[in-house]
């Protein structure tokens, strides 16, 4: 018999330890697809998912709670895999025109599961005494799926140029991915990688030309997991977080690619700012008038919305957009990172914030979303539809680098002016250098 307190222990932990196995999967991401590829990456992922699936379905057969904590672990893994892989996968394979929209399936899809999840954990299906473990099983479902079909799509052309140098396969995976014949221009943008060795999380970190990308990941992804979402979902988890939630990312995956990645964001976390006070407020008067609880239900629903409309699966495609291929492994797993322990921070934090503040508690997220929604203002440049060069050239006088990424001076007086610059190179073919040789 194990007492109450020690139970309450074991259920938190079984709860939060998904995200320490998500922090531990983001991590080795980068080492496994620069060996394996992307899309072996995502097949071999599928390994976690079933282990996953037997240790937690068998965990009650076995008498064993801790099978159900391993299980937890290990499907944590395979999430924090997948979170990390997927997204380099997609943003390789994707026509700049319409990689924003396709960076949204990400969102869309682990909405449909939470969504499925919920349906089949109601007491009358899965949701009872007797039949819990099936519902872990479940999970070998979609796994099996992805094996079945994603032997049949191309690797990721990048890869297989850039690491394998295989020219041919490259060439006929953009042709499949991009549906024509001519992708030379695409083969030229990839070529131009190749000498660029695979960055460590160190180096990218000391790569003053990508800092303020690095920094604009960091902030969105830990405002998209501290925004508060998860706690406002709770009263309406069967409705709001499922199909509301895969409707307005519907709506943002079209509108992505119409009105930009930065309204978008700003405008997301600009709402819910504003539905969190208006929550705050009507939830500290409820009992003053019978129409106050409506509004509170109202602001809920917003608040879904202005998460799922803007900030729902954007901070994935920015990771995606702001690195060039060799980068990208090591920037999703910072981004990776933040995002589990953000994760693991909220889910252990709340309930105490909640119990301090009481209907306050949701003020804490109103400024989280502030902040988020004034860096973004003042820092993040539009994306939509930008090449990767362009993207960096935007950051550029950010960083202080110039595009090819030598660091400019801190200060305009020790920059040299265009005439002196003119004068060193004329006088420099005065002493013998051809032209050719200087450029």
């Known amino acids: 018999v194990i007492d109450e307190g020690t139970l309450t222990l074991l259920w938190s932990i079984t709860v939060s330890i998904f995200s320490i196995g998500g922090l531990v999967g983001a991590i080795i991401t980068t080492p496994i697809v620069k060996f394996f590829g992307r899309k072996h990456t995502l097949l071999i992922n599928n390994v976690f998912a079933v282990m996953a699936a037997l240790l937690m379905a068998l965990c009650q057969l076995a008498g064993s709670f801790e099978m159900l904590l391993l ?71 979609p796994s099996l799926i992805q094996v079945g079909i994603l032997p049949f799509l191309p690797e990721s052309p990048h890869y297989l140029l850039l690491e394998k140098n295989d020219k041919s396969g490259a060439e006929k995976a953009f042709q499949t991915f991009f549906g024509k014949d001519d992708v030379s221009h695409e083969l030229e943008e990839s070529e131009a990688q190749r000498n660029v060795k695979l960055v460590s999380v160190l180096q990218l970190l000391r790569n003053r030309s990508v800092r303020w990308q690095i920094i604009t990941v960091i902030i969105t992804m830990a405002c998209y997991q501290l925004c508060g979402l998860n706690a406002v979902s709770i009263p309406f988890q069967y409705v709001a977080s499922g199909n509301g939630k895969i409707l307005f990312l519907l709506i943002q995956g079209l509108a992505v690619e119409r009105l930009g990645r930065r309204p978008l964001l700003i405008g997301g976390f600009g709402l819910m700012v504003i539905f969190f006070a208006v929550l705050t407020v009507s939830l500290t008067f409820q009992n003053h008038a019978y129409w106050l609880p409506y509004l509170s239900i109202f602001c809920i629903l917003a608040i879904i919305a202005s998460f799922c409309i803007g900030p729902g699966g954007i901070p994935f495609v920015l990771t995606g957009e702001f ?117």
């Open 71 to 141: 299980g937890r672990i290990v499907m944590g893994i395979d999430a924090g895999v997948s979170l990390s892989a997927l997204p380099i996968y997609l943003s390789e394979i994707s026509p700049k025109e319409i990689r924003g929209a396709l960076g949204q399936v990400t969102a869309i899809f682990i909405c449909i599961g939470v969504f499925t999840a919920q349906v089949l954990g109601l007491p009358e299906i899965f949701g009872n005494e007797s039949r819990w473990p099936y519902l872990f099983g479940v999970i070998v479902v």
């Open 323 to 439: 690195f060039q291929p060799s980068q990208k492994p090591a920037a999703f797993m910072i981004a990776g990172t933040v995002n589990w322990v953000s994760n693991f921070s909220v889910g252990l934090l709340f309930p105490f914030i909640q119990a301090g503040l009481l209907t306050f508690c949701f003020l804490v997220f109103a400024v989280v979303c502030l902040a988020g929604a004034t860096y973004l203002f003042f820092v993040l440049p539009e994306t939509k539809n930008k090449t990767i060069n362009e993207i960096s050239q935007a950051f550029a006088k950010r960083n202080k680098v110039t595009l090819e990424g030598q660091e400019m001076s801190q200060f305009p007086s020790e920059r040299k002016s265009s005439e002196e610059q003119e004068h060193n190179f004329s006088s420099t073919l005065e002493n013998g250098e051809t032209k050719n040789n200087i450029l």
